[in-house]
């Protein structure tokens, strides 16, 4: 990633949308929607692990917190694509040091300077049988499509 690739934008918290996306405003004024990149949440709404994830995202990033977005990409609808922080700490890693999300393989590449973070993040989380992984083989949204 080069460095014109990477856009730190300053943002206010408008909501949560569900366990990976916000909405935020940035300090244009602008309204905007970011996902959260490197991690993977649940998306079938049976499982109770959707709404603990929807949560914990929502008790990290209540309405009027003020972020940092490390703005690495966007999708194919207009998203941002991202990782998010607040008081200096990333809320991705966070999802992830609780078993809220696991580490999405996929799109770890965009957070290339704290991947092994993520990954010592998800296997201690693992080992603890912390959130996602209270059960034998976690169901999230990259492996519900398979």
């Known amino acids: 990633m080069t460095l014109i690739q990477l856009m730190l934008v300053l943002a206010t918290v ?14 244009a004024g602008q309204t ?13 709404t049976k499982q109770k692990y959707v709404s603990a994830a929807t949560n914990k995202l929502k008790q990290l990033l209540p309405s009027g917190s003020p972020v940092v977005i490390k703005s690495v990409d966007r ?6 694509l991202g990782e998010v922080y ?5 809320v991705n890693l966070h999802l992830v040091e609780e078993g809220n999300a696991v580490v999405d393989r996929e799109s770890l ?17 693992k080992n603890k049988r912390l959130g996602l992984w209270q059960q034998f083989n976690p169901v999230t949204a990259r492996n519900t499509s398979k």
Do not use: H, W
């Open 32 to 44: 905007t929607t970011v996902k959260l990149v490197c991690i993977d949440t649940p998306k079938e």
């Open 109 to 125: 590449y965009y957070c290339e300077e704290n991947k092994t973070q993520f990954l010592i993040a998800e296997a201690n989380a």
């Open 14 to 27: 408008m909501g949560v949308t569900d366990s990976n996306t916000i909405r935020v405003k940035d300090d």
């Open 75 to 80: 999708d194919r609808t207009g998203r941002i």
């Open 86 to 90: 607040i008081d200096n700490r990333s």
